[in-house]
C-alpha cells in the first residue's frame, strides 16, 4: 500500500488540491494556495518539500 498525504501551503499550512505520494517526484512546481491565493515554486522528492526562493526584481536605473 503506497502512503498519500495532502500538500500543505508552506506560507498558510492549509490544504491544497495536490495529494503527494511516497514515489511523487516535482521539480520547480508551481504550487497556487486556495487560500492565500499565493503561487509558489516547490520542489518534492520522498515527500519533503523545498521552497525555491526567486530574487525579487530589481529597477534599472539610468
Do not use: G, H
Not at 505520494?21 to 516547490?42: A, G, M, S
Amino acid at each position: 500500500m503506497q502512503m498519500e498525504q495532502w500538500l500543505f501551503c508552506p506560507v498558510c499550512n492549509n490544504k491544497t488540491r495536490i495529494k503527494l505520494r511516497v514515489d511523487t517526484v516535482l521539480k520547480n512546481f508551481p504550487l497556487y494556495c486556495p487560500k492565500c491565493k499565493q503561487e509558489l515554486l516547490i520542489n518534492v522528492q520522498r515527500l519533503n518539500i523545498s521552497v525555491i526562493k526567486e530574487p525579487d526584481a530589481k529597477t534599472q536605473s539610468r
